[in-house]
Each structure stands twice: as structure tokens, then as C-alpha cells.
């Protein structure tokens, strides 16, 4: 079956520090991935995704980039704001529609 | 334009009562999704509806949950008897159509003492 392995947490940066969070995935298929993010007291919300391989997804500072060969969607950001803490899912689909399969989410706290 | 909201945001209950989780998709959207997030592991789906039609229930831990969605539009998610191991955060999303983001409500927080 699916499945997704982010990296443990949780992350304590400074700001202004460079952010990366691993994730990896197994897949039956050619699966769409995803990273969702949760700020306290908010529900999820998509950050960026990538549909195949090469792919790069870029949002709010935030890259991944989809590689088939080492599967992989690392998401990473040069320069973490305060505002960036949450809780990180890197997630995938292998239908466009059908059920997501998520990681175990990584916390990430960024002190000023 | 409204989001996905979830009803209630926190619940409390003793094990063996009964709960009821409400999510009313954003207006329009066919697809329903229902998620629940245990002792802060992964995100595990539960179920997908289609309009009223449950097109996918395999995520279901077993038949103390009851999912259903009256005439296409809001859920509910009941749990009855409620166990301590239910407790977690359940999450609602939804979707236009087959190939459309999925939108997320905020979840609601259960937990069964």
C-alpha cells in the first residue's frame, strides 16, 4: 500500500534560518504529492503540490520538488518567519480525487 | 464563500456515551471526506462520499462508526459506544469535483475519558 515518512520533529529554528523537512513515499502508482500545513487552531490547508516527476511546487517561500528516483518531496524554505510555525504534512494521492495518504506531520517552531 | 466548517470543535465524552460530529462541505462541493488523526501520528483517512453515496468507506475503523450524508449536502460522523482509543482530531474535507483540491475544515478534537 501507500504510504508517506516525514522526518521526526519537532523543528526549532531561529528566523531567518534555512528550513528543511524530509519526506519520502511509497506508491504502487505515479502518485501526486503534496505538503498541507496546519496553524494553531486552523484546519489544513495546502501549501504547495507537484503532480510528477520534476515537478517543483512553490508557495509562500516554501519549494518541494517531486523526485521519481529517490521518492522524495523535500519541502524547504531559505529565510523561516515566525509566522511559518505550524504543523507540516507531506501528503499523496494516487488518483486525482481519491484519498489522500498523509505523514505523521512534523511541528515546526520558529522563535524571533 | 464559506469554508468547510466542523461542528463540534472540542468534545468531551465518557467512554460508552455516544458522539456526533457535524461537517458541512463548502456549497457545491460533491466529494466529502472524513480523516481522524490519532495521539499525533499520521492523518489516516476514514471515508469518501460522493454526493449521498459513500464511494469509499474503507478506512472505517469498525461498525462503532456510522457516517452519513442526507441528501448530498452536510455529514455526520456518529461513534457509538465511544472507546478511549477514538480519541484524536477528526478532520472534514471536500471537494468540487474528481480532480479538484481538497478543502479542510478546522477538526474537531475528541477525546473519550
Known amino acids: 500500500g501507500n504510504s508517506v515518512t516525514q522526518m521526526e520533529g519537532p523543528v526549532t529554528l531561529s528566523e531567518e534560518a534555512f528550513l528543511t523537512i524530509n519526506c519520502t513515499y511509497t506508491?504502487?502508482?505515479?502518485?501526486?504529492l503534496f505538503w498541507y500545513v496546519q496553524y494553531p487552531g486552523e484546519g489544513l490547508q495546502l501549501l504547495l503540490k507537484a503532480t510528477k516527476a520534476d515537478d517543483k511546487g512553490s508557495n509562500k517561500g516554501f519549494e518541494a520538488t517531486y523526485r521519481k528516483e529517490t521518492t522524495s518531496f523535500h519541502l524547504e524554505k531559505g529565510s523561516v518567519q515566525v509566522s511559518d510555525s505550524a504543523v507540516y504534512f507531506c501528503a499523496l494521492t494516487e488518483t486525482s480525487g481519491s484519498r489522500l495518504t498523509f505523514g505523521e506531520g512534523t511541528q515546526l517552531t520558529v522563535n524571533p | 464563500e464559506a469554508g468547510v466548517t466542523q461542528f463540534p470543535s472540542h468534545s468531551v465524552i465518557e467512554k460508552g456515551q455516544t458522539v456526533t460530529l457535524r461537517c458541512d462541505p463548502i456549497s457545491g462541493h460533491d466529494n466529502l471526506y472524513w480523516y481522524r488523526r490519532v495521539m499525533g501520528k499520521e492523518i489516516k483517512f476514514l471515508l469518501h462520499?460522493?454526493?449521498?453515496?459513500?464511494?469509499?468507506e474503507s478506512g472505517m475503523p469498525n461498525n462503532r462508526f456510522l457516517a452519513e450524508r442526507t441528501g448530498g449536502t452536510y455529514s455526520t460522523l456518529k461513534v457509538q459506544p465511544a472507546e478511549l482509543e477514538d480519541s484524536g482530531v477528526y478532520f472534514c474535507?471536500?471537494?468540487?469535483?474528481?480532480?479538484?483540491?481538497?478543502?479542510f475544515g478546522q477538526g474537531t478534537r475528541l477525546t473519550v475519558v
Open positions: 462520499f460522493v454526493k449521498e453515496s459513500k464511494q469509499d
Open positions: 474535507a471536500s471537494s468540487q469535483d474528481w480532480t479538484g483540491q481538497a478543502f
Open positions: 506508491a504502487t502508482g505515479y502518485p501526486s
